[in-house]
């Protein structure tokens, strides 16, 4: 039996996953907002349990340290899908896999992707990469359909991972200067060797016209992904379709910025303004209850 202050607990936990997200997600919390209520907190509860596994990654210990406190991460998963959650973020978080059906196996498959980038990174080729991607971004993607609520489900999987990567792959591009710095290139080694870049190219920040046109390569995959998961949005639940557009509008004008600036992702981090969030979250939560009282 479920007492008030069960409940009482309950809120307090989707309540701290609610400030993890508003302070860490820059781009999601604005589209997060369209969300109904259930829905929305949900959300925050899958967001701060990836932010969980994150922080431990970017953390100050090393490698073996951090796989370590990732190991102690997946144990707790498994205790709290057992029933016996530990803390705040995983008793909002098993709450809210029980209310959407969403498996152990998906927010596991976070942990391996953080994992991946222990370690400097180098992708041979864009297979290499898009493993990778599926584990740090698709995934996400399977489990926010999961919330969002949908139908088709094959076609449905598939254009959540494609979601997943176009967004990956914009923040690779948006990010080249902070990676670098950090002894990261995720840029398929096979294709800088094909546009005549090196890494070396990529510590002096040189941007010169082979540059540009490695990047307008990039790009192009990404938009292709990115149309790919246009097909998404009929799919989902109508109150739902708000917050996934606005991540597609939000992370499509982030491409188009780069574009606008001659692919210089160097000199100046490429971001939206909170202008330009909240005033595309205002639309898009107006047309998502429209939606809403269409559907009654």
């Known amino acids: ?148 609520g949908y139908r088709d489900v094959p076609l449905a999987q598939e254009t959540a991972v494609d979601f997943g990567l176009a967004m990956q792959l914009t923040n690779i591009l948006r990010d080249l200067r902070e990676d670098i710095e950090r002894d990261r290139v995720y840029l398929p080694l096979n294709e800088m060797a094909r546009f005549g870049y090196t890494e070396d190219d990529l510590r002096d920040s040189v941007v010169h016209e082979r540059f540009r046109a490695m990047m307008r390569f990039q790009a192009n995959r990404a938009q292709r992904y990115f149309d790919s998961a246009s097909r998404l949005m009929p799919l989902l639940e109508p109150e739902s379709r708000g917050c996934a557009e606005g991540l597609h509008h939000l992370y499509n004008r982030l491409l188009n910025r780069m574009a606008s600036r001659g692919w210089d992702v160097f000199s100046k981090r490429v971001s939206l303004s909170s202008w330009e969030k909240l005033n595309l979250t205002c639309r898009l939560w107006t047309t998502a209850r429209l939606r809403s009282v269409l559907k009654r």
Do not use: W
């Open 1 to 148: 039996m479920t007492t008030s202050t069960d409940n009482a607990a309950l809120d307090a936990a989707y309540e701290e996953c609610q400030a993890v997200t508003k302070r860490e997600a820059r781009n999601f919390y604005y589209a997060f907002l369209t969300l109904p209520h259930p829905r929305r907190r949900a959300i925050y509860a899958a967001y701060a349990f990836s932010r969980l596994a994150d922080d431990i990654a970017d953390g100050d210990g090393a490698p073996p340290q951090k796989r370590s406190e990732l190991a102690a991460l997946r144990e707790r998963l498994r205790n709290a899908y057992a029933g016996r959650p530990e803390g705040a973020i995983l008793t909002a978080l098993v709450d809210a896999a029980a209310t959407y059906d969403i498996p152990e196996s998906l927010f596991q498959d976070i942990i391996t992707g953080v994992e991946m980038d222990l370690e400097p990174r180098r992708f041979a080729d864009f297979d290499e990469l898009r493993h990778y991607c599926y584990h740090v971004a698709s995934v996400v993607g399977l489990v926010s359909i999961r919330i969002f």
